[in-house]
């Protein structure tokens, strides 16, 4: 599969595993399914320091990228 990667790969991931709920599933599940995955970055986010020198951006780029897309 040719996917432009275009930032960081592991963000490119999330992007990506997104587009694959989106496509897999029905409408409603799909969107059921992305808000809870934006919930847990979230509460992710909440609990842990943010990480510069790590291979994820910072946890509120993911949240916004996911309820953008829904």
């Known amino acids: 599969m040719q996917v432009p990667i275009f930032g960081q790969e592991?963000?490119?991931a999330d992007v990506f595993s997104l587009l694959l709920i989106d496509e897999i599933f029905?409408?409603?599940s799909a969107?059921?399914?992305?808000y809870d995955a934006a919930f847990g970055f979230h509460a992710e986010a909440q609990e842990?320091?943010?990480?510069f020198w790590?291979?994820?951006g910072p946890e509120e780029c993911v949240i916004t990228i996911w309820f953008v897309f829904f």
């Open 54 to 56: 790590d291979v994820h």
């Open 26 to 28: 029905e409408p409603e």
């Open 48 to 51: 842990n320091t943010l990480a």
């Open 31 to 34: 969107d059921i399914i992305a």
């Open 10 to 12: 592991e963000d490119a």
